[in-house]
């Protein structure tokens, strides 16, 4: 079984500031971790993504993520906040259970606010 | 290059009505997704395509949903007859290599159902 879970519901910073959004997942295969972020009323975009490479990936839009196997994390950064950066975030994880094919599982969404 | 489209955005119907939803995937795209999105809750799988086979159909509540790809291109999404409950964001994806480590899903607007 595998499981995400997005440690905060709302995260709110000012423009300009880091941003810090934390996913924690649970699996028991080798897994593939993905970013998404949801601008109201828009289609889910692909920030970025970790399929055993890199462990710190960068992603669109100045994002990147680290892939963290000793603490189960992929918590996703960006040194400053823009306004535009305001949307709600989703982590993703996938494994192939048994060596099957993978099925994603996503986490419950971080609200990125930004202020001016 | 066009992006995943779905139809209608929007439906409001009463309960016990039948609704469809449409969806056409990325061209050249074998693997497809539908997802059904809660208030405040991440996306849930219902159903996988592999062209025009369903491989993973586990979380489809299949007495009042049905799915189809006939020619392994666009699909459809059924549910007769709706329930309060299935008041949600319906999602369609499609990805170039379904159930891999590399999978990468694009997602569509979604389809915004409210049942009265």
């Known amino acids: 079984a595998q499981s995400v879970t997005q440690l905060d519901s709302h995260v709110s910073v000012s423009e300009g500031t880091p941003v810090l959004l934390r996913c924690n997942y649970s699996?028991?295969?080798?897994?593939?971790l993905f970013w998404y972020v949801q601008h109201p009323n828009k289609g889910l975009q692909l920030l970025l993504k970790y399929t055993s490479a890199a462990t710190l990936v960068k992603g669109i839009n100045g994002f990147e993520a680290e892939f963290k196997k000793s603490e189960t994390s992929f918590h996703l950064t960006k040194p400053s906040a823009h306004m535009s950066d305001a949307a709600e975030y989703f982590c993703v994880v996938s494994s192939s259970p048994s060596g099957g094919s993978y099925i994603p599982t996503f986490g419950r969404g971080t609200s990125l606010i930004v202020h001016p | 290059e066009a992006g995943v489209v779905q139809s209608p955005r929007y439906k409001i119907i009463e309960k016990k009505q039948p609704v469809a939803f449409w969806c056409n995937p990325i061209s050249g795209h074998n693997t497809l997704y539908w997802y059904r999105q809660n208030l405040g809750q991440g996306p849930e799988l219902l159903i996988r395509?592999?062209?025009?086979?369903?491989?993973?159909d586990s979380q489809l509540p299949k007495d009042r949903f049905s799915a189809e790809r006939l020619k392994g291109v666009d699909s459809t999404l059924k549910i007769q007859p709706a329930e309060l409950g299935d008041s949600a964001v319906y999602l369609c994806?499609?990805?170039?290599?379904?159930?891999?480590?590399?999978?990468?899903?694009?997602f569509g607007p979604g389809t915004r159902l409210t049942v009265l």
């Open positions: 699996s028991s295969y080798s897994p593939s």
């Open positions: 994806a499609s990805s170039f290599s379904g159930g891999t480590i590399t999978d990468t899903q694009y």
């Open positions: 395509y592999e062209n025009e086979e369903a491989v993973d």
